[in-house]
């Protein structure tokens, strides 16, 4: 599939996928980078649309009357909370939710007004924000990692046969073609995409209402039954029985995921950071004709998304960390870290992080010239274990190999290559002929089934996007995860 006409369809997929959710009659737009999704104002329409569906949920179980719940949803709009009266109101109280409240309550009917957050709590209330926020940025980034998905497949394909060395510990090791190297980056970004699937079925199970202390109390006999119907009018699953606001393990399986897909594109970085040396020049980055990488070094063209992409994977890990200390709090609900914060540095940068990738990898420039040449860098040697099991049949499998190593000690010493060596050798003149040796010494004869390889990844890939990324509830109108 070709990524451009792609990546337009998929982002009017998820805009309309999410219009249909509950909070369709809002007047904020919804949130189309991750950026905006950790927004002041974001964050505030948030809350106002959790209170609501609070108020909804409890007036349907008869908690409150309805006529409170329609007007406290008819107000849940942060036009009705400006943000600079809120952070006015915060100086005063010194409480994020109170300062909310006290000003959002200002717009509401003072019938309506006392059931306002009536019988929460504001971790509750925060934990649902972070929810959403989260399942809201997991679905982003998994559009933005299916759209580098794309990518990746065109990349692998345009390559499936550039020969190139493959190396082991730095060193030559065996041929292999660019797009088998690709094809590794290809399959690991697709479990990537199914372990963030995971993450966000999680999430979607992780409303909560469950009170100060995780015992309902303050909400009622029916409370349970309120926290169903609350997670619903969010377009979200029944939630987790458990009292998980002190153990945070989902959002530590958010952070983490997303920690170790980031380590993919540290080792794409750091792969090509490697191949664009002067010494190896086997790929390039693309760079703008008036772009400057020294002061003093005219000459230098340095490999400017591939550091970022290193730097991300080292700071997103970093950040993780952090979220996965908050699964062990103090009793039952006290959190001294802050998780929120490092969950959205982690969100945002990496959107930013498939951003630089998607670029790097759609303008690579791949030097198959310098691969070739590259590959006759070891004077044919790379080619020692193609020789091996041609001579095996002959002489044996350990006797090839021994007597190949010997020979091969003493032509690094003379100074000569590898085919010289072999047309010189009494041993091997007499078991294989000169055409016979230079078909053995022929990269392209010898990639294994690299080519059979990329095949196999993007058809396993292509058979899981058909499966991806969402299906919408028709009852409902939520987005779900497919599995």
């Given at each position: 599939?070709n ?6 369809g998929f982002?009017?997929f998820?805009t309309?996928?999410f219009a249909?959710?509950a909070?369709a ?17 974001q ?8 209170e609501?569906?609070m108020a909804?949920a409890?007036?349907?179980h008869?908690?409150?009357p ?8 008819a107000?849940?709009d ?5 943000a600079?009266?809120i952070e006015?109101?915060r100086k005063?109280v ?9 000003v959002w309550?200002r ?8 059931y306002v957050h ?21 679905m982003l980034?998994l ?16 390559h ?10 730095g060193q ?5 073609t660019f797009?088998?190297?690709v ?12 372990r963030?699937k ?5 999430l979607?199970?992780?409303a909560i209402?469950?009170?100060a202390?995780?015992t309902?109390?303050?909400?009622g006999a029916q409370?349970?039954?309120?926290e ?14 458990d ?13 983490l995921?997303?920690?170790l897909a980031s380590?993919?594109?540290g ?10 040396m002067t010494?190896?020049?086997?790929t ?8 400057v ?11 400017s ?5 290193i730097?991300s994977?080292?700071t997103i890990p970093?950040l ?15 959190s001294?870290?802050g ?6 540095e982690?969100?945002?940068q ?15 420039h791949?030097?198959?010239?310098a691969?070739?040449?590259?590959l ?5 040697f790379?080619?020692?274990q ?14 090839a190999d021994?007597h190949?190593h010997?020979?091969i ?7 000569i290559?590898?085919r010289?060596a072999?047309?010189n050798?009494p041993?091997?003149?007499k078991l294989?002929?000169?055409e016979e040796i230079d078909t053995?010494?022929?990269p ?7 080519r059979?390889e990329?095949?196999?990844?993007i058809?396993h890939?292509e058979s899981?996007?058909?499966?991806d990324?969402m299906?919408q509830?028709?009852?409902?109108g939520?987005v779900r995860?497919?599995?």
């Amino acid at each position: 599939m070709n990524y451009k006409l792609f990546r337009c369809g998929f982002a009017a997929f998820v805009t309309a996928a999410f219009a249909t959710t509950a909070f369709a009659e809002q007047h904020v737009p919804a949130p189309a980078t991750v950026q905006q999704v950790f927004s002041t104002t974001q964050t505030h329409q948030y809350v106002l649309d959790i209170e609501a569906a609070m108020a909804r949920a409890q007036a349907a179980h008869g908690a409150i009357p309805q006529a409170a719940a329609d007007a406290i949803t008819a107000k849940a709009d942060v036009r009705y909370a400006p943000a600079d009266e809120i952070e006015q109101e915060r100086k005063l109280v010194q409480h994020r939710m109170v300062a909310l409240l006290n000003v959002w309550r200002r717009a509401i009917d003072a019938d309506a007004r006392q059931y306002v957050h009536y019988g929460a709590t504001t971790v509750d209330i925060y934990d649902t924000a972070l929810v959403l926020q989260l399942r809201r940025a997991g679905m982003l980034l998994l559009g933005q990692l299916r759209e580098f998905e794309l990518i990746l497949i065109d990349t692998a394909r345009a390559h499936q046969g550039t020969i190139m060395a493959g190396r082991t510990l730095g060193q030559h090791a065996l041929p292999i073609t660019f797009g088998k190297k690709v094809s590794t980056w290809l399959g690991q970004n697709r479990r990537d995409i199914e372990r963030l699937k995971r993450v966000l079925a999680d999430l979607d199970r992780s409303a909560i209402l469950k009170g100060a202390v995780g015992t309902y109390a303050g909400l009622g006999a029916q409370a349970m039954e309120i926290e169903r119907s609350f997670a619903r009018e969010l377009g979200l699953a029944d939630p987790y029985p458990d009292d998980w606001h002190g153990n945070r393990d989902v959002f530590a399986s958010y952070a983490l995921t997303l920690a170790l897909a980031s380590k993919l594109y540290g080792a794409i970085g750091q792969e090509l950071f490697l191949l664009q040396m002067t010494d190896i020049a086997e790929t390039s980055e693309s760079r703008a004709s008036t772009s400057v990488s020294s002061s003093s070094m005219a000459q230098k063209v340095n490999p400017s998304k591939s550091e970022a992409l290193i730097h991300s994977a080292r700071t997103i890990p970093r950040l993780a960390e952090v979220v996965l200390d908050d699964v062990v709090n103090f009793f039952e609900r006290d959190s001294t870290v802050g998780p929120d914060v490092a969950l959205r540095e982690i969100s945002i940068q990496m959107e930013t992080t498939i951003a630089t990738a998607k670029r790097l990898i759609s303008t690579l420039h791949v030097n198959s010239t310098a691969m070739r040449e590259n590959l006759g860098r070891t004077k044919g040697f790379i080619m020692t274990q193609r020789v091996a099991f041609a001579l095996a049949p002959k002489i044996g499998k350990d006797e090839a190999d021994a007597h190949l190593h010997d020979l091969i000690h003493a032509a690094l010493e003379a100074g000569i290559d590898f085919r010289t060596a072999l047309l010189n050798d009494p041993v091997v003149a007499k078991l294989l002929s000169a055409e016979e040796i230079d078909t053995l010494l022929a990269p392209e004869g010898y990639v294994g089934l690299a080519r059979e390889e990329v095949d196999a990844v993007i058809a396993h890939v292509e058979s899981m996007r058909a499966k991806d990324p969402m299906l919408q509830d028709e009852a409902t109108g939520a987005v779900r995860i497919g599995r």
